[in-house]
Nanobody, 122 residues
Framework: VQLQASGGGLVQPGGSLRLSCAAS????????VAWFRQAPGKEREGIAC????????YYLDSVKGRFTVSRDFAKNMVYLQMNSLTLEDTDIYYC????????????????WGQGTQVTVSS
């Protein structure tokens, strides 16, 4: 069972990135998938989540209207499209998964990807 987050990089303010979360060894079909981010010395915060059916979504207020979470059942992938990026979006981004429903509590996710660095800088 493995999750792998990718797609991070360096982008200018106002730019866009799309993060990907790939699952191997299991199917995400019955799982909610969330994106968290964490800066050094800060707690990990949940920023977006999509439920198992792809019908329910959660977004942190600061990313609403800018970030979109989606999933591709056929490819066993979940994506986070990030637009209008700001300096405050600089963090390490993680994907995580749990059964069925979203949760904002990191401890309720048993499986995590390794993180991908997003740096917004001019």
């Amino acid at each position: 069972v493995q999750l792998q987050a990718s797609g991070g990089g360096l982008v200018q303010p106002g730019g866009s990135l799309r993060l990907s979360c790939a699952a191997s060894g299991f199917t995400l079909e019955q799982n909610a998938v969330a994106w968290f981010r964490q800066a050094p010395g800060k707690e990990r915060e949940g920023i977006a989540c999509i439920n198992n059916q792809g019908t329910s979504f959660y977004y942190l207020d600061s990313v609403k209207g800018r970030f979109t979470v989606s999933r591709d059942f056929a490819k066993n992938m979940v994506y986070l499209q990030m637009n209008s990026l700001t300096l405050e979006d600089t963090d390490i981004y993680y994907c995580a998964t749990r059964s069925y429903f979203c949760s904002g509590i990191p401890g309720e996710y048993p499986y995590w990807g390794q993180g991908t660095q997003v740096t917004v800088s001019s």
